[in-house]
């Protein structure tokens, strides 16, 4: 990843009077911390919260047991309850956003969701932008890559408002 990277989101973020909050699975915390060091991160970054554990999804943000049963805890269903149940207790957070995956073997691994599967929500603007990538590698790696994904499709999404009409 590009260092200034995190930098320069954040600077989009300042540019265009946004907020931040987070809810991290998956990720463990990675998406919050590389943007710690960002100028003006205090501004943006209203909190991040790591939900590693279903239990946690369902007390901290509100994931109904009935999608971590049917669905799973690794799936695009769950990731778009934890960006709701963000949204829910940070609702001046102008962005939500949701990751969870299988960054190593487990129960909810199946050929159609191998490790590397990561689902990310990204509630802006009352519109929620769901997304399934596959990465390869293992642990650190795949976090760093899911990292990297959100930090581009923030970027994406930002870049869209800006040349918005209006």
């Known amino acids: 990843m590009k260092k200034s990277l ?3 989101l954040i600077q989009n973020f300042l540019k265009h009077k946004l907020t931040l ?3 991290e699975s998956c ?6 911390a590389q943007l710690a060091p960002a100028t003006g991160v205090s501004e943006v970054l209203l909190g991040s919260v790591v939900t590693y554990h279903p239990e946690a ?5 509100g994931v109904k047991k009935a999608t971590l ?3 799973s805890a690794e799936s695009q269903q769950t990731t778009n309850e934890m960006a709701l149940g963000l949204h829910r207790h940070l609702p001046k957070a102008d962005v939500c956003v949701a990751v969870t995956g299988l960054c190593g073997p487990g129960r909810s691994e199946t050929p159609e969701k ?3 599967t990561v689902f990310v929500t990204i509630l802006f603007q009352g519109k929620a932008h769901e997304y399934r990538e596959a990465f390869a590698g293992t642990g650190d790696a795949l976090r760093q890559r899911a990292t990297e994904f959100i930090y581009e499709k923030l970027t994406e999404l ?3 408002q800006q040349l918005a009409p209006g």
């Open 6 to 8: 995190p930098n320069e």
């Open 21 to 23: 909050a987070l809810a």
């Open 27 to 32: 990720t463990c915390g990675l998406v919050a």
């Open 57 to 61: 999804k369902q007390q901290l943000l």
């Open 69 to 71: 049963t049917t669905y």
């Open 114 to 116: 191998p490790v590397g």
């Open 158 to 160: 930002l870049e869209r």
